[in-house]
T-cell receptor, first 112, second 114 residues
Framework: EAQVTQNPRYLITVTGKKLTVTCSQN?????MSWYRQDPGLGLRQIYY???????DKGDVPEGYKVSRKEKRNFPLILESPSPNQTSLYFC???????????FGPGTRLTVT | AQSVTQPDIHITVSEGASLELRCNYS??????LFWYVQSPGQGLQLLLK??????LVQGIKGFEAEFKRSQSSFNLRKPSVHWSDAAEYFC????????????FGTGTRLQVFP
């Protein structure tokens, strides 16, 4: 089954404790992206990757890092999480064939 | 500036009633337009998309949307709402030939009463 998976689905952590949210897709898509969803703000792009070893900032990259060492994985790294990063995070990959973004199930992060 | 506006934060309808969710966009390039639905606790599911051609687009779950370039709108409609349609709906826009970056509206929460 074609899908985008994220782990963990839920995470509660404390300020300053480094964490990684993993994202993996099995559709051989070149393009992947991270969004955060906040009430009243919709989804905003954090980082995206056009291909392996090619990443770039989206609209709200501050406080985040990403890496793309292999095509299927695109982890989101929070080196020193802060409470304003409490949010719902979505990973997505893009099918160049039908120009459709496929979203993962989301990761709900709470930083206390 | 590129933006998507969903003027209605929250809409309540009775089951069986018709539905229209509004979406207006501001985009310099020729837009690709999408509607996504997010059920409680779930990810985003694509309802429909418009790239070119017929401006009336049919999607899944009985939804349709009409692209009106003159009004910069892409409103979502359904003739008869079911209780299972209660969810949050997001309109999004991307550039023609470059759908890597989607700009989302702030969403419309739909509540359905029996």
């Amino acid at each position: 089954e074609a899908q985008v998976t994220q782990n963990p689905r839920y995470l509660i952590t404390v300020t300053g404790k480094k964490l990684t949210v993993t994202c993996s897709q099995n559709m051989n898509h070149e393009y992947m992206s991270w969004y955060r969803q906040d009430p009243g703000l919709g989804l905003r792009q954090i980082y995206y990757s056009m291909n392996v070893e090619v990443t770039d900032k989206g609209d709200v990259p501050e406080g985040y890092k990403v890496s793309r060492k292999e095509k299927r994985n695109f982890p989101l790294i929070l080196e020193s999480p802060s409470p304003n990063q409490t949010s719902l995070y979505f990973c997505a990959s893009l099918s160049s064939g039908d120009n459709e973004q496929y979203f993962g199930p989301g990761t709900r992060l709470t930083v206390t | 500036a590129q933006s998507v506006t969903q003027p209605d934060i929250h809409i309540t309808v009775s089951e069986g009633a018709s539905l229209e969710l509004r979406c207006n966009y501001s985009y310099g390039a020729t837009p690709y337009l999408f509607w996504y639905v997010q059920s409680p606790g779930q990810g985003l599911q694509l309802l429909l998309k418009y790239f070119s051609g017929d401006t009336l687009v049919q999607g899944i779950k009985g939804f349709e949307a009409e692209f009106k370039r003159s009004q910069s709108s892409f409103n979502l409609r359904k003739p008869s709402v079911h209780w299972s349609d209660a969810a949050e709906y997001f309109c999004a826009v991307g550039a023609l030939g470059s759908t890597d970056k989607l700009i989302f509206g702030t969403g419309t929460r739909l509540q359905v009463f029996p």
